[in-house]
């Protein structure tokens, strides 16, 4: 086995990156003799050293004029932006992606930092009422110390959405990333902090253990989380006895909805990549796919066609569609969802091709799968997958399928496939979910203007701009009888 340590990243406590006494290694899961880096893995007495320092920093940047943080929000997203080339390659060798998932990360964070420093300023603005009566001023004060919880298959984007408006608004915040993409978040993340007054920008690396002593710890105010359901309930659970406000952005089973005017190859070219970008690991990706039963055969025959022309390799090599599964708790769900399917009576089709055959097992790679002949009712259409594999399921009248694409605890994203707009929109008004796209379901669909975040168990709040911002404040309302 080789072994080439690249980086040793510690916990950013107080502006200091400082040695940890344990470290954990990261492999890479394309090449899992490679370790690319070592990172610290922390105690509860890391979180706490983080916190008091993060409480003593918000007493200070609470009071540094609004504008005057919008502009350090602004030269953050410089600075994100000018560590994408650097240190992209080693995301893609940490969780697994293939470069422009990666760089898209980065971009999609600094766009996040931008659009929520535009709005800042505005969003102080006190609404006041002075009248014979009284004068009354609400104003927007901050919470104190923000914890910020993210997942591994899109860190950079997942951590922006929580540290712009918590730091924008007069926060401080310590973030736990996961364990398996703490590498180049955190050495972007030192970069940024280097602008910011000490202790304003904190990050402590660690396990579950980690993440619900920061729920738990009295000074902190807010908990923003994205990962899993069954975390997050830890998650309500440990902010419970502290009545912390949380957002959480969680998991999704986003329904694709073709309709019968649609346009098929034009679809097709949208709907791929909001299956299989990132493998399928992301929390709003087509997870299952209805067609209407006429249209079905010509449908799956021509998404067959195309799922076939993937390439799947290491995220380094340009010609890889998509790059292996990020861990090996992932890796063996999906392969048991696999199993589960090919052993019924759905059409379980395994597609496209290994770019490197000898190194195939030496990583958590599985080729793309396309669920055909199968049932609204199945694992593999009511399971969340997070891999690359879709069962397309047929439908016989559109109040059918809006039954089946709302029964679900889950409601993060949604689409309708459409050669009519209007039909579209009628559609998309009746689906129970957060978002709903049209003709389009991928990242490319997302825009900063619309709020994002899940309903049902999808999530409580949202995230991206004003929305956004509002998680991280609390209104406090003055009133002087006159
Ligand atoms: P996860 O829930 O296992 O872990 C998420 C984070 O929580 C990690 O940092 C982890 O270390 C931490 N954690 C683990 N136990 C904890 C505890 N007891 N208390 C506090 N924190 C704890 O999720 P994952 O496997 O990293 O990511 C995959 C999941 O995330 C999928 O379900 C996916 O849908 C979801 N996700 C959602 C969104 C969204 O915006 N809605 C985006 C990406 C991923």
Partial sequence: MTSTITQRVGHLIGGEMTAAENARAVHDPGKLDEVVAEVAVGTVDDVDRAV???HEAFQSWRQVPVAERVQKLLAAADVLTGSADELASLLVREHGGVAWEAHTDFALGTGVLQHTASLTEEFFTPVQFDDAESFISVEKVPRGVAAAIVPWNMPVVLTMMKLAPALATGNTMVLKPSPFAPAALTLALSRMAELLPPGVLNVVHGEGDVGAALCSHPLVRKVGFTGGTETAQKVIGATSETIKNVTLELGGNDPAIVLDDVDIDAALD???KGVYTRSGQICFAVKR???PRGLYQRFADAFCD?????????????????GPLNNETQYKKVLDLLDRTRNSAANLVQLGRKLDPAG?????????????????STPISCQEQFGPVVPLIAYDDEQQVLEWANDSEYGLGSSVWTSNPDRGLDVARRIEAGSTFINT?????????MPFGGIKQSGIGREFGTDGLAAYV????????K
């Fill in 360 to 376: 195939w097992d030496n990583g958590y790679y599985v080729l793309p799968h396309v669920v055909r002949d199968t049932e609204h």
């Fill in 474 to 481: 609390e209104d406090h309302s003055i009133r002087r009888l």
């Fill in 306 to 322: 195309r799922v076939d022309e993937y390439a799947v390799g290491h995220g380094l090599d340009s010609n890889a569609g998509f």
């Fill in 289 to 291: 796919i209805y067609v």
């Fill in 52 to 54: 008091r320092c993060a």
């Fill in 270 to 272: 949208r709907m791929l």
């Fill in 441 to 449: 379901h991928a990242f490319e669909s997302l825009d900063l203007r």
